[in-house]
């Protein structure tokens, strides 16, 4: 059929909608002179918000640049990583490409690896350099409505609770503190609108074949399921993305609840036992996925979530409890229930490890999973004057060293200070010692050596210990 003049018509109203549509979400999270970078994967949907990014640009006084995963798996990657770079080329703004090699891992879809790993590299965008990518900007995505359905309905049939319903949120935090926020103006836009806006703009992408594998559930889902659903109920995305703000309000309503559970069981990044005991069942799992979630584990099967609650309400406080989540594991001591990442402490660093001190403010322990601070101070910390007396270096407990940090009491054995201060034993072979000569100064969690204290009137020094957890 020849489009008559009033379709034209109706057809650039739809493409000046799309543009004023994302102006209007760029206004309410971006400023003047933020830093933009777009995930482009080359498919019709990122190539038209590359289009639609570039247009307001100019129009809002914000800067631009692109990052493009190459996966590696399809044998067509390389030409869509050119392409890419080609067309930012006649945009005029500059690109990343990230070359990864993914495979299969158990119990996890390739689809589901690469997503991880995509995100991994958008985790790591700050790395970059400031000159490429600011990190007070955003990542923009170009997920649409027709995604955000197909994923709640996803997870509808993996058995998700309320957090994964929830599905995509329009501005989410990533899990690296420095990294920039994710963006998604195109949640409320369909798949058609977008297509339509490409046709108009006369805009080239490239075909990922994947996309029509109806192996992958996603593709299925999209390919042989959606379609029948929409001859029954043609709105179903715009329904379902009203599901998916339901449950992000729900969730949000959950995670205050798990906030103020926190807030009265947790201290110094400890779970009290008690709080296993005191709690229902469903309000107990809800502070543990929230925990969880906080430090970005991928949460447990309902199964074996509910495992994990009846170990740490039947075990007694003084066990030593662990279970493993994937590359964490909880773990339990005297009363206080720890998550925490296996390579902190099945690390095993040399024996003879050891750090000079040379006066500087921090000191980057690699090795050890962390970074000692050293803050000035008058009358509290380490004696700097008594620090000159012998090089200080940083090294590990080998056994038999004692410690004196009451100068009221007698000199005791390491180890007994240790325990008592109930520091977990699992580090204390990581803990990062200070001592100047042979003398030991400094011990985190315990304090400092009567005879290295600063006195009232001395300038000291005072380390502090981080833990990159």
């Not at 690296?176 to 058609?192: E, F, G, M, N």
Request: with cysteine.
């Amino acid at each position: 059929m020849v489009p008559t003049k009033r379709q034209k018509s109706n057809k650039n109203n739809d493409w000046d909608a799309l543009v004023s549509h994302t102006r209007e979400v760029l206004q309410d999270c971006i400023t003047r002179d933020d830093h933009l970078i777009v995930g482009l994967s080359g498919g019709v949907d990122s190539i038209v918000l590359l289009d639609l990014l570039a247009l307001l640009s100019r129009q809002m006084q914000f800067t631009l640049s692109a990052v493009h995963v190459n996966h590696g798996i399809s044998h067509n990657a390389n030409a869509w990583s050119h392409f890419c770079c080609r067309l930012c080329y006649t945009y005029g703004i500059s690109i990343s490409v990230a070359y990864l090699k993914v495979s299969k891992q158990p119990g996890l879809s390739l689809e589901a690896v690469a997503r991880e790993k995509r995100y991994q590299v958008f985790s790591r965008l700050h790395t970059t350099g400031a000159t490429e990518f600011n990190t007070s900007g955003y990542l923009v995505l170009a997920q649409h409505q027709d995604d955000q359905a197909e994923t709640v309905l996803l997870q509808l049939l993996r058995g998700a609770g309320v957090r994964g319903l929830s599905a995509m949120p329009r501005v989410r935090k990533q899990s690296v503190a420095t990294a920039p926020y994710i963006l998604r103006p195109l949640l409320d836009v369909s798949r058609s609108s977008i297509e339509s806006y490409a046709a108009q703009r006369q805009l080239q992408w490239v075909h990922d074949e994947s996309n029509d594998c109806t192996h992958y559930s996603r593709n299925f889902l999209r390919h042989e399921v959606l379609p029948v659903i929409r001859r029954k109920y043609p709105n179903y995305s715009q329904t379902l993305q009203r599901t998916s703000q339901h449950m992000a309000e729900a969730s949000q309503l959950l995670d205050e609840l798990a906030k103020s559970d926190a807030q009265r069981y947790m201290a110094d990044g400890k779970l009290a036992f008690a709080a296993m005991r005191e709690l229902s069942d469903p309000r107990a799992k809800n502070l543990l996925r929230y925990l969880l979630w906080q430090q970005n584990i991928r949460l447990p099967s309902t199964i074996r979530l509910e495992e994990l609650l009846r170990q740490l309400q039947n075990a007694e406080s003084d066990t030593r409890l662990h279970v493993k989540l994937g590359t964490h594991e909880v773990r339990v001591y005297r009363g206080d229930i720890f998550i925490l990442p296996i390579p902190l402490y099945n690390r095993k660093p040399p024996k003879d490890l050891a750090y000079a001190w040379q006066d500087e403010p921090s000191l980057v322990l690699n090795e050890l999973g962390g970074t000692i601070s050293f803050k000035r101070s008058c009358g509290q910390g380490l004696s700097h004057e008594k620090l000159k007396q012998a090089p200080v270096f940083i090294r590990l407990r080998k056994g038999g060293e004692t410690f004196k940090p009451d100068c009221k009491r007698p000199r005791r054995s390491l180890k007994n200070l240790l325990q008592e201060a109930s520091i977990p034993p699992w580090t204390r072979y990581t803990l990062p010692l200070l001592f100047c000569g042979e003398k030991l100064a400094w011990v985190p969690g315990i304090g400092m050596d009567c005879e290295f204290q600063a006195m009232p009137d001395e300038n000291g020094v005072v380390p502090e210990w981080q833990a990159q957890l």
